[in-house]
Structure formats: C-alpha cells, structure tokens
C-alpha cells in the first residue's frame, strides 16, 4: 500500500491543476443520477439513453451522475460503463458535466479502475463508502486517501449507510477535505441531518460541497448549507425538480417547499419497491425508455405499484410542464 502511494507526486500536480480549473463548481444545483436503460436481452440500450439525456439537457439539469446506484452500478461491466461514457457524451458534446460512480469496498481495486479507465471524457468521479466489510473511520479516511493519490479527477465523496453498511462521520469528511485538494464534495444520502450541517459548518475550504445524495431529503440539507441534490426523481422531472432544488438555494422556500408537496406522494411510490426499480417504471410509461428492464437481481414494480405511480403522474402531468412532447 505505501509503495503505490510513493506515485503520488506527479498525480498531486495534476490534481492542483484541476482545482485550479474549478471544474468542481459544476457539480452544483440539479445533478440526475441517471438511470440505465437495458433492452430485452439485457444490452445497454443506447436509444433510450440518447432521449433521456436530450430530455434532461432540454429541461436544465446542471450535471449528469453516471454508473451510480440509480445507473445499476453493481450489475454494470466494464464494457457497459464504456459504452454509457460514449452515448451520454455523444449527446452532451461536453457542454454538461459528467461524473462517473466508481468505488469498490477493495482499495487496490478501485486504484486500478480509475487508471485504466478513459478519463477524457468525464469531470469528476463519485466513490462510495467502501461497503459490506464494514471498515472504521480510520479505513475509510486511508481508502479515500489512497484513492485521492492516484485520482487526476475531482471526487465526490458517497455516503449511503443503508447500502454501504457504515455511516462515514462528519469528522472524516472534514479530515479528507483538508488533506485531499481533489476530494471536492460530499453527496450525502444518510438519515443523521447532523452530518450536513456539521460538514458545512467545519470546511476550512470554500471549494468543497456538500451535496444530498436523497430526494425526500434535499430541502432539509439545502437549509443546512447543502449545495444541491444529486436525484432520482429528476430523472422523469427535470424542469420541476430543477426548479425546486435552486429556489431553495436561492432562498424561495415558498416555491421550494410548494414544490416539495406537491411531489410527496410520487417520490414515495418511486421508493416503495427500491431503486431503480420505481423511476424506470416512471421512466417507462412516460415513453423515455424502451423497456421497462433491470438486471437480476432487481426486478420491475408489481403491476400494482405499476398502476398506482401511473395514475399519480397521470395527476401530476395536468399541472407540471416536464411531459415530453409526444411525436
């Protein structure tokens, strides 16, 4: 471990150019973590990811979150994340940034992805909390710090407990920020409110930002200093998730919080059987994607969840101004 660390020189200068850039301030505002579209055989489908990035530009979103848990990470091969880097960027042209998840609960594992992958077309990297073996906070800061050493790409940090298994504390992300000029942001996606604030509150940096990792939570982490979400939901919802999400950074807590009712009852349903299981569904019947498919060991929503998030947006399309034009 210490002597793939001693690489770290050249990559250090690498890093300090790219903040410099300031390519972090892109990962602000509305970021959709993207689910991803698979035909009946199972094959990435490319057509349908091509009409939901066109849609998601069309309506405004800040950046794209790829390869994440919404994008079926666990389940994706490494020709499939080259071939979902190529169709998003062939439709963004670079005009909108591209984050890419990749993390793995193997240190050395995840050095060696981030090396061997084609870096030129993506801005910045989400890595999760290593998962399943449970490491302390003392292995997760030297994960995290290791992976930094050899990353020439901003990070955003992932904290998701309820998947991961470990809660990665405030102290820990304060301690990598400090330490790891190209560790950018936080994407927070845990129950503890206290985290958000508690991160904000002790940055030492004004580069760094905390972003929410929950849709149901976002307005709570925008008033405790958060900088945006990136979502689930606005995947189907864009212009009006998009809306929410910067009057509440801009101080409009009554759009904001009007906006947030009003998508109580959706943003359930699209929950209640798992992600991505429910936003496909979504997805599906607003004729985004082809095939409403996931790769085992996820499954689609029964037919019943099925109906209920259909009638929900068949309210919500009266009133909303995010359903596609029907060609």
Known sequence: MRKRGKKSTFVDKTILEKVKMDEYRTFQGLGVA???????????????????????????VDFFVLNGSTGESSCVYKEDRAKIIDCVYEITGGRIPIVMGLGSNDTHRVMERIQGMDKSRVD??????PYYNKPTQEGIYRHFKTFAEVC??????????????????SETTLRLA?????????KEAGNDMDIVSEVVNGLQRADFCVLSGDDGHALAHIERGAKGVISVI??????????????????DWDTALAIESRLTNLNALLFREGNPSGIKTLLYQMMLINH??????????????????????KLLEQILEDAPVRQ
């Open 124 to 129: 910045g990297i989400l890595s999760v909390v």
């Open 234 to 251: 606005g995947n189907a919802l864009p212009l009006t998730f998009g809306k929410m999400v910067h009057a509440a950074i801009n101080g």
């Open 34 to 60: 993207l689910v991803t579209p698979f035909n009946p055989d199972g094959s990435v489908d490319c057509r349908s990811m091509s009409r939901l990035v066109e849609y998601q530009i069309a309506r405004g």
């Open 152 to 169: 020439p790409l901003p990070i955003i940090l992932y904290n998701i407990p309820g998947r991961t298994g470990v809660n990665m504390c």
């Open 292 to 313: 409403n498919v996931l790769r085992m060991p996820l499954l689609p929503c029964t037919p019943m969840l099925q109906k209920e998030i259909g009638a929900e947006w």
């Open 178 to 186: 400090k330490q790891c000029p190209n560790i950018v942001g936080l």
